[in-house]
């Protein structure tokens, strides 16, 4: 099915968030008729209908689909958040319909050329820095997915001179058909959504998708001390792999020799630049760096581009970004480390004693490799949210003494504000994701940084 095989068709949008809505607009835009359908009763269509452009007509369905409906669908289009092995789901699969995400969609509507970015860790940071070296060589650029940008907004808009910088979660990877990025990388792989793709072989299955219809003429960057993305890349890669390393030599890619990012290329080594140019900090952030070098050396970007920016670039926000120094205290938000292994590069980050707060949502991860991480630095370990008591089990098997339980994030962050010294870190990185206390990452570290800033006018 092509997308001009939708004119006048009626195509079922899943989820009422914004990765619906923007599927809703691009469909309409198309001449499709979309549904707009969400099994939460209790939304209001009203201000369902004051997040779409003017001019966007849909049918809405909430709560129960019509039978009617269901039987009318051509196409599904799947938001990210709906798991894809429902028995919702599999009805439309065994009646043959076609199932497509948000990503599909775009990449189905959109033109020129396409970078697409996934990983367990560093998708964020790798696409920011990545989309503004791009757009420093080349002008306008898009950057989408799973960043908060809807791809399927830009997509109308694109031009065969476009260039899309997708940053693309397993879930999204998951109801991909053709997407084809020009250059595709895969940060890393370690044990994250395993409430959702239940083993480790099927979330890897899906991060390699950003690679499966690349050709041999394209290029994948991977990671070569990961062994999910090494034995990927040796294996089955489709596409030219180029590989960066922070922990050894490589004869062929990027790699990190003491504190110079260099590039092993025809037996010749070049150096780029000394870690300590860039604005970033941790090791996690080196390997971010080294892939976005890689990805847009394979888009044609002159080197001094890349490197100009790379020494200008900040962290993102919420990932262990320096928010302030409040009476000698170093106060850093790492919000977005919503699994261990994100959490580990956190306090790895860290070069003094940390006060750290820990604990949220469970999504059945193991906490062990990331306390073993903690090195002594963490003289507090302050626990919220429903793992809490899991991680706090997990912190004292492995001999960590000083643990806090706090009913709130407010209690958690005053805990803090008591224990850390001058001299001392407090670091945000929590190893969980914020459900079950807030919506999103980005609103518990917002409150975060307020509660930090506060602090001002208290001295």
């Not at 669908?73 to 699969?93: Q, W």
């Not at 070296?133 to 808009?157: E, F, Q, R, S």
């Not at 020009?182 to 940060?187: D, E, G």
């Not at 590989?243 to 990190?256: C, K």
Request: proline share 3%; aromatic share 8%; with cysteine.
């Amino acid at each position: 099915m092509d997308v001009k095989d939708l004119q006048d068709k009626k195509v079922l949008v899943v989820g009422a968030g914004i990765s619906g809505v923007g599927a809703v607009q691009a469909l309409c835009h198309i001449g499709a008729r979309p549904v707009l359908f969400d099994a939460n009763a209790a939304l209001d269509p009203e201000k369902i209908w004051q997040k779409f452009a003017p001019g966007v007509t849909a049918e809405m369905a909430f709560g129960e689909l019509p039978k009617t409906l269901e039987e009318e669908t051509t196409l599904v289009v799947l938001s990210p958040g709906v798991p894809t092995d429902t028995a919702f789901v599999n009805g439309f699969r065994e009646r043959n319909v076609p199932i497509w995400g948000e990503i599909e969609l775009a990449y189905r509507i959109g033109k020129g050329r396409v970078i697409g970015i996934t990983g367990t860790n560093g998708k964020t940071t790798t696409t920011s820095l990545v989309g503004e070296i791009m757009a420093a060589h080349c002008g306008t650029v898009d950057v989408v997915g799973n960043i908060g940008n809807p791809y399927t907004v830009t997509a109308l808009n694109t031009t065969e001179q476009s260039v899309t910088v997708a940053e693309i979660s397993s879930f999204q990877l998951e109801t991909i058909e053709k997407f084809t990025p020009q250059v595709s990388a895969i940060l890393n792989i370690t044990p994250d959504h395993l409430n959702r793709h239940h083993t480790m072989e099927n979330y890897a299955a899906a991060k390699e998708a950003v690679a499966r219809n690349q050709t041999a003429e394209q290029v994948c960057v991977l990671n070569y001390e990961n062994e999910y993305t090494r034995d990927f890349g040796e294996k089955r890669c489709p596409a030219r792999v180029v590989w960066f390393s922070s922990a050894r030599r490589l004869a062929d890619g990027f790699y990190l020799d003491g504190e110079e990012i260099c590039r092993a290329a025809d037996g010749e080594t070049t150096r780029l630049m000394n870690i300590h140019d860039m604005n970033l900090v941790g090791i996690c952030n080196v390997e971010n760096v080294m892939a976005a070098i890689a990805i847009t050396q394979a888009m044609g970007v002159p080197t001094e581009t890349i490197l100009s920016v790379v020494r200008q670039f900040k962290a993102v926000e919420h990932r262990i970004e320096f928010v302030a120094t409040k009476r000698g205290v170093d106060y850093y938000n790492d919000s977005k480390g919503t699994n261990p292994d994100a959490a580990i590069q956190g306090i790895r980050a860290m070069d003094r004693p940390t006060v750290l707060i820990g604990g949220g949502y469970d999504k059945q991860s193991e906490y062990d490799e990331w306390i073993e991480a903690f090195d002594g630095k963490v003289k507090c370990l302050v626990l919220i949210g429903q793992t809490r008591e899991k991680i706090a089990d997990c912190a004292r098997k492995h001999g960590v003494q000083n643990i806090v339980l706090a009913d709130s994030f407010e209690e958690a962050f005053a805990i803090c504000v008591s224990e850390a010294k001058s001299g001392d870190a407090v670091l945000l990185s929590p190893a969980c994701a914020s459900w079950g206390m807030f919506p999103n990452y980005e609103v518990r570290g917002k409150l975060f940084k307020e509660l930090v800033n506060r602090l001002e006018d208290a001295e």
